[in-house]
């Protein structure tokens, strides 16, 4: 009879529980440290609220060319690309903002009068460095989280089913037990301690952005880490975006795309990505696409 | 003398019939006041792209977009019965409830944004709102106000068939006390 091993553990500031279906515990222990370590080495590298990381070091270069090791060029290169293909709107400049209103690292940093954007960052592919502008603090959130999931999962190749869930953020493979799929809830915004949906899934990945978990105060307004990076402004209008997709890089992205669109233009966005998605609004109503529905399970 | 009366007759008539026109104005405009607080928007060529132009139209549409939402709040407090939240300990018992004939469609005035029209319709029973729907976007279901589905003593005691919990980036602390530490203790 098929058994259930888990391993949870902490890294990037956030639980990470790892669920393996039919394999020995001496294995699961041992797959549990190799993801640790995996995630620890991303958390070094694209952390901002460490003074040791890679991150830190170049926010702290600002103005100055600086060598990176290719995965953090890598990841700034991509969210660049994705800042272009959206105007915009994802910005890894939003660092800028996060870091003025006091979430992070560097601290007793000000709002500069021109807040730079992704057109000013600098990238030197070919000595593989960085030169971000002056007073431009760089934050790659909304992809980080996703690229540690994919590169950690590479080393259960022989386990025919597994789960990882990363604060919220999962990826599954195989079956559970009894060949059955995945059975994965969506926390409800308003009582954390309750669900708003179960689907059912198989080998893909499911991530939810959202506006009420990450808060703190800023001269006696609340912020959420979610910013328009056109208006300098948390977003207003979604609690938060579900979605399903293969890898768990991919799924990151879309949530943190769909959400900083809003309700209707992220609702487009993702139906021409053919990804299904669960949306829930600032007046706790719930949209979906019927693709997402169809893997709902208990309706 | 009587042109003195008069003239202080037809001076309190205008006043009167002054205040009489004043109040029958604002009742009739408080009592026509209803969801289409703003006008909708003169037709826009539908924008596929990302372009400054296109987010630029975005904000405005948005800016009108959240009166029309706000209108809609003021039906959904007025109308809106208590919506109780469900609980139950396995999600084999949640149960659907079906619309009953006696329910009613309401649909508001179309509005265009770059990317298409957008209605919204509502379905009201009862004086409740039970479901509200935007038709033209395509391949959605309706909409519909999520209820909350505690599970935390069946995540707890090892029952609730679900494996793992997504949601909005949760940190380490307060992990055991969430859904997803009661997954991970339960299997532990």
Same mark, same amino acid.
């Given at each position: ?70 995965? =953090? ?40 009068? $021109? ?32 690229? &540690? ?57 499911? &991530? ?45 992205? &879309? ?7 809003? =309700? ?12 299904? $998605?669960?949306?829930?609004?600032? =007046? ?16 | ?89 396995? =999600? ?67 029952? &609730? ?28």
């Amino acid at each position: 009879m098929e058994h259930v091993e888990h391993g949870v553990f902490h890294s990037m500031g956030i639980p990470i529980h790892t669920t393996f279906v039919d394999i020995s515990k001496d294995k699961a222990e041992y797959y549990t440290q190799k993801a640790k370590s995996i995630f620890d080495i991303w958390d070094k590298r694209c952390s901002r609220f460490r003074k040791d990381s890679e991150l830190f070091l170049l926010n702290e270069k600002r103005g100055q060319w600086y060598t990176v090791s290719q995965e =953090l060029f890598a990841v700034i290169s991509d969210c660049v690309q994705l800042a272009e293909e959206t105007g915009g709107l994802f910005d890894p400049s939003v660092g800028t903002y996060l870091a003025a209103t006091g979430y992070g690292l560097p601290q007793k940093f000000s709002l500069p009068k $021109y807040v730079a954007t992704f057109r000013d960052i600098e990238l030197d592919i070919t000595r593989c460095r960085i030169r971000c502008y002056k007073d431009q603090i760089l934050e790659p959130a909304g992809i980080v989280k996703g690229r &540690a999931i994919d590169d950690a999962v590479h080393i259960f190749n022989d386990v025919s089913g597994w789960m990882l869930n990363a604060g919220g953020d999962i990826r599954t493979h195989g079956n559970f037990i009894s060949g059955s799929d995945w059975h994965v809830a969506i926390q409800h915004p308003d009582k954390l301690d309750a669900i708003v949906a179960v689907i059912s899934v198989h080998d893909q990945s499911v &991530a939810t952005s959202g506006t009420y978990q990450t808060t703190w105060n800023f001269h006696h307004e609340l912020w959420q880490h979610q910013i328009d990076m056109r208006q300098g402004r948390p977003t207003a209008g979604l609690k938060s975006v579900s979605v399903v997709v293969n890898t768990a890089e991919e799924a990151d992205i &879309a949530t943190s795309i769909a959400l900083l669109y809003g =309700l209707d233009r992220g609702q487009i966005f993702l139906k021409e990505k053919e990804i299904p $998605y669960l949306m829930i609004d600032d =007046l706790t109503i719930r949209h979906s696409s019927l693709s997402f529905d169809a893997l709902e399970i208990g309706q | 003398m009587w042109k003195k009366f008069l003239g202080k007759f037809l001076i309190y008539f205008f006043v009167i019939a002054f205040c009489l026109i004043l109040l029958v104005g604002i009742y009739r405009i408080h009592k026509t006041k209803i969801v289409t607080a703003t006008e909708p928007i003169s037709p826009q060529t539908p924008n596929q792209g990302t372009t400054a132009s296109s987010i630029l139209s975005n904000k405005k549409i948005q800016n009108k977009r959240s009166s029309f939402n706000t209108a809609k709040t003021q039906i959904t407090q007025t109308k809106q019965t208590q919506i109780n939240t469900k609980q139950t300990s396995s =999600l084999s018992s949640k149960k659907s409830t079906p619309v009953p004939s006696t329910s009613r469609v309401v649909t508001g005035p179309t509005y265009q944004i770059p990317w298409g029209n957008v209605t919204v319709q509502i379905t009201v029973r009862d004086g409740k709102i039970i479901a509200v729907r935007t038709p033209n976007v395509p391949n959605s279901s309706p909409s519909r106000y999520a209820a909350p589905i505690l599970v935390q003593q069946a995540l707890q005691a090892g029952s &609730a068939n679900i494996q793992g919990v997504s949601g909005a980036t949760y940190m380490s602390i307060g992990f055991k006390k969430s859904l997803e530490g009661a997954i991970a203790q339960a299997g532990l």
